[in-house]
């Protein structure tokens, strides 16, 4: 791991087992969702790496293993160069629940109705036994100066305010115990799009103005253009492509990640853009095919790739590829 990875993240796999029906119940067998498969990134201290892929690739469900809510099936996650898989003791998981924190996507489903604003932006300190009932008050309402709320809205309900103003209130609440990393779960897919900049530019400030490091999961490719250092194109389970922001848009490598830009409109009615359209449908992750995962639906797929599964390599000044386009030097 990088001596400056805030968040280290080994092979990380998890599978679910379900119950398909009435047969399997009474043989006893359950079927297996591989929703993350062996995968591996880290994020520097200050930065945000974006995972971006197609609706089920597992971006969510890496970010609820991240935050302690999923126990992998399999790995290692490390943060500051520690583990926080296992048995940890008390003190310790407290102090890394406290420095990772979670704005999620539906601002409206993720606050209390029955909590006033103040009462929502104090709970972590509250939580984690911070300062008395004063201090904490005034930490709250600093908050909701920092995220662009007027104080007189501290005694509001979260029905009462609009969707970007409550999204802000969750990243109140994120920041109040004084996190180093921030999962955003699509924290803008919710929002206007009259709103969504706004919130952007919000997190990006917060960020420079905290020393935060972001793990930013989206579907939205404009978006983590935006906001991310690095950006990691995730497909049933594995991540096929991982560098550089420019570099993904100047010159993307891994077929899939050419098709997701290519789905990208064009703001020009004037202008049209070529497409190779993907064909067939996203497989079951219950019944992925053998070799490369992608290779059912890729116009350029050979027949090693539907042998074997390609790895993650690295094709040149860290733009990683999973891809028997890109032999391994």
Do not use: W
């Amino acid at each position: 791991m990088s001596e400056q990875s805030l968040l280290s993240v080994q092979g990380l796999t998890k599978h679910f087992s379900v119950s398909r029906g009435i047969g399997d119940f009474l043989a006893r067998r359950s079927r297996v969702v591989r929703a993350v498969d062996d995968v591996s990134f880290e994020i520097p201290q200050g930065k945000t790496l974006g995972l971006v892929g197609e609706s089920g690739c597992g971006k969510t469900t890496i970010a609820k293993m991240v935050l302690g809510i999923y126990k992998p099936s399999a790995g290692e996650i490390s943060f500051e160069g520690r583990s926080v898989l296992g048995k940890l003791p008390r003190p310790q998981r407290r102090v890394v629940h406290r420095n990772i924190q979670v704005v999620f996507q539906d601002p409206a489903a993720s606050l209390d109705p029955r909590m006033k604003v103040g009462q929502i932006v104090e709970e972590p300190l509250l939580i984690h036994d911070e300062g008395d009932k004063n201090s904490r008050k005034e930490s709250a309402l600093r908050l909701l100066d920092a995220v662009g709320l007027r104080r007189d809205q501290y005694d509001r309900f979260s029905h009462e305010l609009s969707g970007g103003q409550q999204q802000r209130v969750a990243i109140a609440r994120a920041l109040a115990p004084r996190p180093k990393l921030v999962v955003l779960d699509e924290p803008v897919s919710a929002l206007d799009m009259s709103v969504r900049a706004q919130v952007l530019n919000l997190l990006k400030e917060l960020q420079s103005a905290y020393k935060l490091t972001y793990l930013f999961i989206s579907h939205d490719l404009s978006v983590v253009r935006y906001v991310c250092d690095r950006i990691a194109v995730m497909y049933l389970g594995r991540i096929v492509e991982v560098c550089d922001r420019r570099e993904l848009f100047s010159n993307p490598l891994h077929p899939y990640t050419r098709a997701l830009l290519d789905a990208v409109p064009i703001p020009d009615p004037t202008k049209q853009k070529q497409r190779v359209p993907l064909a067939g449908s996203i497989p079951s992750p219950m019944n992925l095919p053998t070799g490369c995962r992608f290779h059912t639906r890729c116009p350029r797929a050979m027949d090693v790739c539907s042998q074997s599964e390609p790895e993650l390599h690295d094709i040149s000044n860290g733009h990683f590829v999973s891809c028997y386009l890109y032999p391994t030097k």
